[in-house]
């Protein structure tokens, strides 16, 4: 079996939108040398320098790992697997399609739905001062 290689920049770029982070401000906030241009350009390599997969992954406030790890085909293959048992294995109640979950989903929904509302007011506070020194 061949080891499918993970493409970074699509990786940083997948999670960038989920975020709802534009190429313009992530290019902000890394810095002086980083345009929206420079960020379109990264986010089309398969691998990324490890200093600047860093920054970026600080910034998204993402584990390294997620950019580097990332593999929507195994994704995939979880959710069809997960989904295919589940139709095998179909019965009426619902308590029987308790999967041991160790975690609340609707809390994870509602913590990442905060962590994005936090980087927006960030990200407005940061333009505000972009702005006031025009």
């Known amino acids: 079996m061949t ?6 920049g699509r990786n940083i770029k997948r999670f960038r939108e989920m975020l709802g982070i534009k190429q313009e401000a992530l290019a902000f906030e ?31 406030k993402v ?14 293959n979880i959710v069809t697997n997960t989904f295919s048992d589940f139709k095998d294995n179909a019965v ?8 041991n979950c160790t975690f609340n989903p609707l809390d994870k929904m509602v913590e990442l739905y905060e962590r994005m ?3 927006q007011k960030e990200m407005i506070e940061k333009l ?7």
Request: glycine share 2%.
């Open 3 to 8: 080891e499918k290689k993970v493409h970074q």
């Open 63 to 76: 584990p390294v790992q997620a950019i580097e790890n990332f593999d929507e085909d195994s994704v995939i």
């Open 117 to 119: 509302l936090e980087q």
């Open 30 to 60: 890394l810095g002086e040398d980083w345009s929206q241009k420079k960020i379109s350009i990264l986010e089309q390599k398969e691998l990324i320098e490890n200093d600047i997969l860093n920054q970026v992954a600080k910034i998204l």
């Open 92 to 99: 009426a109640s619902p308590v029987a399609m308790n999967y």
């Open 128 to 134: 505000e001062k972009l702005i006031n020194k025009e």
